[in-house]
């Protein structure tokens, strides 16, 4: 299987190149596949094809387009455990996390072929009556998406599903570190009976051969789901033309645990989504700012709580390596280590879930997106501003606040800057808009937010009475 070429999907074809890479399995070190290295020859195929089929794809009949994203559902989940596992094998994930990633595939193109029937076109007022004015929405045009490795098949679903509703083509890059479970999931639209070039897979490590796709006038539309500065790298590159961007980036989520919240609900319910995915996640809780008067008992039971987590490997050695730097950084400046903080021997890229006391929101642990199985935990007394401290990032994509007092939650919901907030329990679902403020990215997955992203908003005017 090391040796096994997992080829690229364009113009409705599998096509590989000269020039392969490794994908790495992160839970013992092995090679598990490989992956083609597109070249600046294909990228001209690529673009030309998704073109043409944004032509014949946005020409179809709405029922028809249903038809065939209903079939691709019912396709993707007649393969699910053998995409599951190869899911599973490129990153490393528990068998419930990998289960719930490929599992958006479906709910998404079922969710937005559903949503697409619900887009408005409104009449509007013409206080003269000669004119019948109303909106008209039409698929964007051909749309290219590069994604990330925590969630890969989830982060497909987020782009196939709002802009295959829509009447788009998409050209999807998945990260080199997880490309293989994409690319199966890839060549079923063609059984499904996608047109050619409606969805095209792509692969490669050269971040200057991906230019050349950003910088052509083709795309309309460039989304990411990825770091600011890999975000901020992507806009740049693709403003050598006029386009739309929708992109999810970093994120340094808090969680505020007010004295009136109920302490055994509040750190169970932030470890659990902290160590998911091994902290893989860009909504995963980084800085817990705790009032001192139920401080030692939050530290106390979230302790206990990370006794029965389980976590997975971190994508690479390298990962690892910067989450334990900022572990040992965040010791050297003062913080108390409750538990974890070690890597741990053996195959993989595996490392103890960590939990930090005692930390200071100057520490690069608190200020940094950590990306890692460590939660840090802050004391706030009744003399600090709990939502400056919260704020306290160039960060805004997700926040959790933990009170039993309404007032209390509305307010901080209303004062805190982030995408999205969470009052008593963290929240996500496909019929949710999803997306940062500030450095955390512009634009919404999910919801019917998405789906607007993926058309047009054109006003017509039809004299009707001279």
Same mark, same amino acid.
């Given at each position: 299987?090391?040796?096994?070429?997992?080829?690229?999907?364009?113009?409705?074809?599998?096509?590989?190149?000269?020039?392969?890479?490794?994908?790495?399995?992160?839970?013992?070190?092995?090679?598990?596949?490989?992956?083609?290295?597109?070249?600046?020859?294909?990228?001209?195929?690529?673009?030309?094809?998704?073109?043409?089929?944004?032509?014949?794809?946005?020409?179809?009949?709405?029922?028809?387009?249903?038809?065939?994203?209903?079939?691709?559902?019912?396709?993707?989940?007649?393969?699910?455990?053998?995409?599951?596992?190869?899911?599973?094998?490129?990153?490393?994930?528990?068998?419930?996390?990998?289960?719930?990633?490929?599992?958006?595939?479906?709910?998404?193109?079922?969710?937005?072929?559903?949503?697409?029937?619900?887009?408005?076109?409104?009449?509007?007022?013409?206080?003269?009556?000669?004119?019948?004015?109303?909106?008209?929405?039409?698929?964007?045009?051909?749309?290219?998406?590069?994604?990330?490795?925590?969630?890969?098949?989830?982060?497909?679903?987020?782009?196939?599903?709002?802009?295959?509703?829509?009447?788009?083509?998409?050209?999807?890059?998945?990260?080199?570190?997880?490309?293989?479970?994409?690319?199966?999931?890839?060549?079923?639209?063609?059984?499904?009976?996608?047109?050619?070039?409606?969805?095209?897979?792509?692969?490669?490590?050269?971040?200057?051969?991906?230019?050349?796709?950003?910088?052509?006038?083709?795309?309309?539309?460039?989304?990411?789901?990825?770091?600011?500065?890999?975000?901020?790298?992507?806009?740049?590159?693709?403003?050598?033309?006029?386009?739309?961007?929708?992109?999810?980036?970093?994120?340094?989520?808090?969680?505020?645990?007010?004295?009136?919240?109920?302490?055994?609900?509040?750190?169970?319910?932030?470890?659990?989504?902290?160590?998911?995915?091994?902290?893989?996640?860009?909504?995963?809780?980084?800085?817990?700012?705790?009032?001192?008067?139920?401080?030692?008992?939050?530290?106390?039971?979230?302790?206990?709580?990370?006794?029965?987590?389980?976590?997975?490997?971190?994508? #690479?050695?390298?990962?690892?390596?910067? %989450? !334990?730097?900022? +572990?040992?950084?965040?010791? $050297? =400046?003062?913080?108390? /280590?409750?538990?974890?903080?070690?890597?741990?021997?053996?195959?993989?890229?595996?490392?103890?879930?960590?939990?930090?006391?005692?930390?200071?929101?100057?520490?690069?642990?608190? #200020?940094?997106?950590?990306?890692?199985? %460590? !939660?840090?935990? +802050?004391?706030?007394?009744? $003399? =600090?501003?709990?939502? /400056?401290?919260?704020?306290?990032?160039?960060?805004?994509?997700?926040?959790?606040?933990?009170?039993?007092?309404?007032?209390?939650?509305?307010?901080?919901?209303?004062?805190?800057?982030?995408?999205?907030?969470?009052?008593?329990?963290?929240?996500?679902?496909?019929?949710?808009?999803?997306?940062?403020?500030?450095?955390?990215?512009?634009?919404?997955?999910?919801?019917?937010?998405?789906?607007?992203?993926?058309?047009?908003?054109?006003?017509?005017?039809?004299?009707?009475?001279?």
């Amino acid at each position: 299987m090391a040796d096994k070429i997992y080829p690229m999907l364009i113009n409705g074809e599998q096509r590989t190149t000269a020039h392969t890479f490794d994908v790495i399995n992160p839970s013992t070190g092995e090679v598990l596949g490989k992956a083609p290295e597109i070249d600046e020859k294909q990228i001209e195929v690529v673009l030309e094809s998704a073109k043409s089929g944004f032509d014949s794809w946005s020409a179809m009949r709405a029922a028809d387009r249903k038809t065939i994203l209903l079939r691709y559902a019912e396709l993707l989940e007649q393969n699910r455990d053998r995409i599951v596992e190869l899911l599973r094998a490129e990153t490393g994930k528990p068998q419930d996390n990998a289960e719930y990633d490929f599992d958006m595939l479906a709910t998404c193109l079922r969710f937005f072929v559903e949503e697409a029937e619900r887009l408005d076109q409104p009449v509007l007022h013409d206080p003269d009556g000669r004119f019948l004015h109303y909106m008209l929405r039409q698929p964007l045009g051909v749309c290219v998406g590069l994604l990330a490795w925590n969630f890969p098949l989830l982060n497909v679903a987020y782009k196939i599903g709002p802009a295959l509703a829509a009447g788009c083509s998409v050209i999807l890059k998945p990260s080199p570190e997880t490309p293989l479970a994409s690319l199966e999931v890839a060549y079923l639209a063609k059984e499904a009976g996608l047109p050619n070039g409606v969805l095209t897979m792509i692969t490669g490590q050269d971040h200057e051969m991906i230019k050349n796709l950003l910088q052509s006038d083709i795309p309309s539309l460039v989304t990411m789901i990825g770091s600011t500065r890999g975000g901020l790298e992507v806009m740049n590159a693709a403003c050598s033309s006029i386009k739309h961007f929708s992109v999810e980036l970093g994120g340094n989520a808090p969680v505020v645990v007010y004295p009136d919240a109920d302490v055994v609900d509040a750190a169970t319910k932030t470890v659990g989504l902290k160590f998911v995915n091994c902290g893989q996640v860009c909504v995963s809780p980084n800085r817990c700012f705790v009032h001192a008067s139920v401080y030692d008992e939050f530290v106390e039971v979230a302790k206990n709580c990370v006794a029965s987590v389980e976590v997975g490997p971190l994508i #690479s050695d390298k990962a690892r390596q910067y %989450v !334990l730097e900022l +572990i040992e950084c965040a010791i $050297a =400046d003062g913080a108390e /280590l409750v538990c974890g903080g070690q890597a741990l021997e053996g195959a993989g890229h595996f490392m103890q879930p960590t939990i930090l006391a005692q930390v200071d929101r100057e520490m690069r642990v608190a #200020s940094e997106e950590v990306f890692g199985p %460590v !939660l840090s935990i +802050i004391k706030f007394t009744d $003399a =600090d501003d709990e939502i /400056l401290m919260a704020n306290d990032t160039e960060y805004g994509l997700a926040a959790y606040v933990f009170t039993s007092s309404l007032k209390r939650g509305l307010r901080a919901a209303r004062d805190i800057q982030a995408g999205s907030v969470c009052v008593n329990e963290p929240h996500y679902s496909v019929q949710l808009p999803h997306g940062g403020l500030k450095q955390s990215g512009v634009g919404k997955d999910c919801s019917k937010y998405s789906i607007e992203e993926y058309l047009t908003l054109k006003r017509v005017s039809v004299l009707v009475e001279e």
